[in-house]
Every structure is written in C-alpha cells, then in structure tokens.
C-alpha cells in the first residue's frame, strides 16, 4: 500500500478547465491517487471544500496521506462516483462548483500482480476488480458466462473484431481446465486473432478492456450520472472529464450535447413544445489531448481525452 503511485494526467488542463478557486466546492468523483484533488485543494486554499470518492481501498488510504496537508477541507468517500446523490447528501452539500471525473486505472492497480489488470502480468491472477469486495471478477466472467455473452461484452466493450474466435476459444479452453491467469487470457487471445492483425499493439489490450468494464460495470449508467452530475453545478461552475477509450467518450460527448441543446423536438415541429432550453456551454468543441511532452513522461495520457463544459 506504501507504494501506491499514480500520475495524474493533464493537471494544469484540468485545473485551468475546472477555473478552481477559493471558497469552492468541488467533487473528485475518480480520487484514485489523489493528484487531481491535491491541486485543487491547493488552488481553492484556504478554504475550497472537496468531496471525493473511491472504490479501491488502497487508493483511498494513499489518498488521505497524500491531502494530511489540508485536514479539515476535504471528506472521501467510499463508493461509486455515480452514487453522487447519495455522497452529497450525507456530506450536506447541494450545488457545486466544480467536478472532475478522470476514467483511466491507475498505474498502481496496472502494475500490481494481485489486482489482474495487466496484459502485462503472466502469473497475475484474472481479477480485475477496482472495488475489491465485488464478488465479480474476470474469472468468474471467462469461466461461467456463456460464449454468447462474453462475445457481446468483447464485442460491444472492446470493439473486438474477433470476438466470437475469441470467446468459443474460451469455452473451449475452460472446458479443459479453469482459466486462471492473466497469461493463458493473453494465450487465447493470441491464438484467435491472426499474426497479420496483431501488428497494431498488443492484441490483448481490447478484450482486457472489455472484461475489465464488464467487471466494473463502468459504462452502466454513465450517461446518466454525466447528465444528473452536471446539473448539481452552481451557475458557471465547470466539469471536467478524462476519458480514455472512445466508448465513454461518446457517452461524454452525448450527454453534453443534450445539456448544451435548446429544444430537441422534432424539426418538422413548427413550434417548441418540449420545454427543453440550454443548460450548459462546451468549452471544448474538440477534445484536449496531452501535450507531446507528457505523452513522453507518461505514456498512458496518449489515449486520454478531456472534455470540459459550463454550466449556464
């Protein structure tokens, strides 16, 4: 736990999107290693607010050594960003001025054998989990579901084009033996997706991805929490969201422009009558993208997009 350690990715971009200052009230619905949060409860000093959650256990520990500098400011909560209704009642809060949700898994649960996320890690066990009490993990889901729902979880979460080779190769391997390792996964993975195809990347990276938000559940009800998240933003405060593959950055990008949209009825309406009028401005009509420079420092901001908006 000692060596938890995660760079945030585009600090100064977030910071400045977020507009953070003191007196705020800001929510870190991802608080992971607590970079993001660190700088905003020093720019929002001396007396900004913070509210954060977190499913992982370790990261919250790291993440309360990390912020001891501004004891009293902050409250950390363990639980899914998407309960945020919940979060903010028992925290007494109601608008905000201010929130940041940063998608990406921290370098620590990457690279740490025990959590399973890493195509990396041969020995490492198929895990997988953020929140290591969910009884769910990326064994369970390669050795019980049925081939037609793990081709549809490759398929929908990863984009996998050899999806049904994939998953009939696992449920043919796991009528053998259990699979175990993030390394007889990579093993399948290979053998289903011909050498011409595996010379963009590693082959594995779409169907990690795909199990691991299957694991997490991390696209279930994201549009919605996008959506009821930024309506909690006091007029002209800002949200701010990392996304890193382009699955949640077309729920993003949905969600906002549905909030930033001043009637959606039909066109052949010669009238409004939906009542709906424009909630927010997109600061970002394209994506921010970390700078060359970071993507040298830090390779995993390469997929990293942020998008940021207004309320109004």
């Known amino acids: ?54 499913l992982d256990d370790e990261a919250i520990a790291a993440a309360r050594r990390r912020l001891k500098p501004f004891e009293g400011r902050f409250e950390i909560f363990k639980s899914n960003f998407k309960d945020f209704e919940s979060v903010f009642a028992q925290a007494g ?85 259990p699979i175990k390792t993030c390394g007889q996964f990579v093993e399948i993975i290979e053998s289903s997706i011909p050498k011409k195809f595996q010379q963009n990347g590693p082959a594995a990276r779409k169907s990690f991805q795909a199990v691991r938000i299957a694991v997490n559940g991390e ?44 009637c959606v009825c039909p066109k052949n309406l010669p009238v409004c009558v939906c009542g709906k009028r424009q909630e927010i401005e997109i600061i970002t009509k394209k994506p921010v993208i970390a700078s060359v420079k970071e993507m040298a420092i830090n390779t995993r901001s390469r997929s990293a997009k942020l998008r940021i908006a207004r309320r109004i």
């Open 1 to 54: 736990m000692a060596g938890f350690s995660h760079i945030p990715v585009m600090p100064e971009e977030c910071m400045e999107g977020l507009n953070v200052r003191s007196g705020g009230i800001y929510f870190d619905g991802t608080l992971g290693g607590a970079g993001h949060s660190y700088e905003i409860l020093k720019r929002s000093s001396p007396d900004g607010r913070l509210i954060a959650t977190d």
């Open 219 to 262: 696209l279930d009800g994201l549009y919605e929490c996008v959506l009821g998240l930024t309506r909690r933003l006091k007029k002209d405060g800002r949200i701010a969201i990392l996304t890193f593959h382009s699955l949640e950055d077309r729920i993003v990008k949905r969600a906002f422009n549905l909030l930033e949209a001043d």
């Open 93 to 177: 809060v109601g608008e905000i001025d201010g929130a940041l949700l940063d998608f990406g898994v921290s370098s620590h649960q990457l690279d740490t054998r025990e959590r399973g996320f890493s195509y990396m890690i041969g020995d490492a066990p198929l895990d997988m989990r953020m929140d290591t009490s969910n009884p769910l993990t990326a064994e369970v889901i390669l050795n019980t579901y049925p081939e037609e729902q793990i081709e549809r979880i490759l398929r929908e979460y990863g984009e996998e084009r050899f999806s049904s080779k994939i998953a009939a190769r696992v449920v043919q391997t796991r009528q053998k033996a």
